[in-house]
């Protein structure tokens, strides 16, 4: 199947090898958390809600006395995908992305300045079209910004693959499933550091190195955009304010 | 949820029993409701209502199966609700099966009538293609993504305008040549039948909080209540299904009182409902 037609060089939805989906990023969807935020990117749609900091639940879980306690689920609703599935609780997917998603925020949030609490965040995807994780990272960002929690940096995600030769950002759903590589990335924007980095199928060396360079210029973008959200939603509080 | 203090209590059902909730309304107002259709493009028909702050997702997927060998003439509809952990932490992990079994169970029951299919909303025979072969299967899936209180009454408006939302695409059924084969059918992509939803019910919980009874309560009010009654109604003011949840026992009187101010306030919030999907339909075109 041709993914990058040789003649125009366009992808199958008209994309630009190096052309991102269009993105769209609303703060506070979901009034009764202490913080929320709904990301999309092209065709995928998720809610990220944030509930903390809290008091601790289950002191089971809770290991290091002077540390937040950070948690994580991932969701899918059963009509996300274009063949309705019934989605079981807890299946092996959902607990990965969970603790990939759990492992990104821990490495930004300031967890030392929360000692004995407990911040939950919990996502769920309404239309999943390639990228969740990455449009699930990005929306808990928000997210937790929206519920005024102390981070190191803005954290965001961001995919790429090779196909057909061409180094691609952002697969969607089809050009994931062709069985190339995707490499998922996820950076601290301002620190420039990686705190994700996951890769199947296989790439040469050389070859990795372009499509990771793509991938974080991916981030980068995104964080752009997601400094111009948060910088719209605090004017809105500003206004409402009355000042 | 955070408790209440005694003074937050008392200011509640201080407020009921004067008629004056706390946010303003008077015990038989709903609060303002939002609805958009055609949210979901993938699934045949779906719709997000927005009551106050609870939001439900509702999206309606049609497959096609073959029709249960005791209902060779009728299709299938199951529905499914789901309550994500966005919209409470409790929900989180199996922390929503229970209320998301409990509401299922109460909205097929309004929905889908008795055992035989007997007095369903949904006319099922209108979903069997080629009788004993070919039906239509409704997968109904309803995904609860911010709660207020009133999860219900929202599910069930939800649901009523995904129905509105729904286009069943035409099927060409070409039979086969013995009884026994199964018949191709070639499913239209251009083509689509709307479905009819006037006799589609809605549900309208009444909560009990002290001496009186109120219409569509916020997470906090129910916090407080000792008993509900949620009736589901159609638009010919018809009783579809009936729910007693919570411990303290109703004087039949009561019952009969509340049966009926449900069933004048449903016609309220019907035509309301309907105007708004009305008015999201035509937005989406």
């Known amino acids: 199947m041709e993914y990058v037609n040789p003649l125009t060089g366009l992808r199958i939805d008209g994309r630009r090898p190096t052309e991102m989906r269009h993105l769209k990023g609303e703060i506070g ?131 790429a693959g090779y196909l057909c030769t061409t180094p691609l950002l952002d697969l969607n759903y089809a050009e994931d499933s062709a069985g190339g590589p995707d490499v998922t990335v996820g950076i601290l924007a301002k620190m420039d550091k990686v705190t994700l980095l996951q890769m199947d199928a296989k790439l040469p060396l050389d070859t990795f190195e372009t499509v990771m360079q793509l991938a974080i210029e991916g981030c980068k973008a995104i964080a752009q955009y997601i400094r111009e959200i948060m910088l719209q939603n605090t004017k809105q509080l500003e206004c409402r304010r009355g000042s | 949820m955070v408790g209440l203090s005694e003074g937050e209590k008392q200011f509640l059902s201080g407020g009921i029993e004067h008629n004056i909730r706390a946010d303003g309304r008077t015990r038989h107002q709903f609060r303002p409701i939002s609805v958009h259709t055609g949210v979901i493009p993938q699934a045949n028909g779906s719709a997000r209502v927005r009551l106050g702050a609870t939001e439900v997702i509702a999206s309606i997927k049609a497959e096609l199966g073959k029709p249960s060998l005791l209902h060779p003439d009728k299709g299938k509809v199951s529905i499914f609700v789901d309550c994500s952990p966005t919209a409470a932490p409790i929900y989180e992990g199996k922390g929503g099966e229970e209320l998301s079994m409990e509401l299922s169970v109460a909205l097929e029951r309004c929905l889908l009538g008795g055992k035989s299919g007997a007095g369903a909303a949904i006319d099922l025979s209108s979903l069997v293609l080629v009788e004993g072969k070919v039906c239509w299967d409704l997968y109904i899936d309803a995904l609860v993504v911010s709660s207020d209180g009133n999860l219900l009454d929202s599910l069930a408006a939800g649901i009523k305008a995904a129905l509105s939302n729904t286009g069943l695409p035409k099927v060409n059924v070409v039979l086969g040549a013995s009884p026994e084969e199964q018949p191709e059918v070639d499913v239209s992509d251009e083509e689509f039948l709307q479905f009819d939803t006037s006799a589609v019910p809605v549900i309208v919980t009444l909560t009990k909080v002290g001496k009186h009874y109120i219409v569509d309560a916020t997470s906090e009010e129910e916090s407080q209540m000792s008993s509900a009654v949620s009736v589901s109604v159609n638009g010919n003011g018809q009783i579809c299904g009936l729910t007693k949840r919570g411990g303290a026992g109703l004087d039949p009187s009561v019952l009969y009182d509340m049966v009926s101010v449900a069933k004048y306030v449903s016609q309220q919030f019907i035509s309301v409902l309907d105007s708004e999907i009305a008015a999201a339909e035509a937005s989406e075109d």
């Open chain 1, 29 to 159: 969807v979901v009034s009764k958390a202490d913080g929320s935020a709904l990301f999309e990117m092209g065709n995928t749609r998720v809610i990220a809600a944030v509930y903390g900091p809290r008091e601790v639940q289950n002191k089971g879980q809770q290991m290091n006395n002077n540390e937040a306690l950070v948690r994580c689920e991932y969701s899918m609703a059963n009509f996300s995908t274009g063949d309705r599935a019934r989605r079981p609780k807890g299946d092996r997917r959902s607990t990965e992305i969970s603790l990939v998603i759990r492992q990104t925020m821990e490495a930004c949030i300031l967890t030392k300045l929360m000692p004995r609490s407990q911040i939950d965040i919990f996502v769920q995807v309404l239309q999943a079209d390639g990228g969740t994780r990455s449009a699930c990272i990005n929306a808990a960002t928000l997210a937790l910004a929206d519920a005024g929690i102390p981070m190191r940096d803005i954290i965001t995600s961001c995919s």
